[in-house]
C-alpha cells in the first residue's frame, strides 16, 4: 500500500476547501512531475557537465529540500 503525500491529506481534509475536487486531486501530480524533471536535470548533468561527478548534485538537492523544509 502507498502512502499519500501530505499535502494530498491537507488539501482532502480542509473543512472549508478553496478548490474544487477535481482540482484536489490534480494539484498534487505537480509534485510527481518536479519530481521527474529535477531528476532527469540532476542525472544530465551530473553525467554531462560534471562528468560522472555525482556528489554536487546529490548535495545540492539535499540542501535545497533540507531548506524548504525550515
Known amino acids: 500500500m502507498a502512502a499519500a503525500p501530505v499535502w494530498s491529506q491537507w488539501l ?5 476547501p478553496k478548490y474544487d475536487i477535481a482540482q484536489i486531486n490534480s494539484i498534487p501530480t505537480i509534485t510527481s512531475g518536479v519530481q521527474v524533471i529535477t ?4 542525472a544530465w548533468t551530473s553525467d554531462g557537465v560534471l ?4 556528489l554536487p548534485p546529490i ?3 539535499g540542501v535545497s ?3 524548504s523544509r525550515l
Open 12 to 16: 482532502k481534509a480542509s473543512k472549508h
Open 39 to 42: 531528476t532527469l536535470i540532476y
Open 51 to 54: 562528468k560522472g561527478n555525482r
Open 59 to 61: 548535495l545540492f538537492g
Open 65 to 67: 529540500d533540507h531548506k
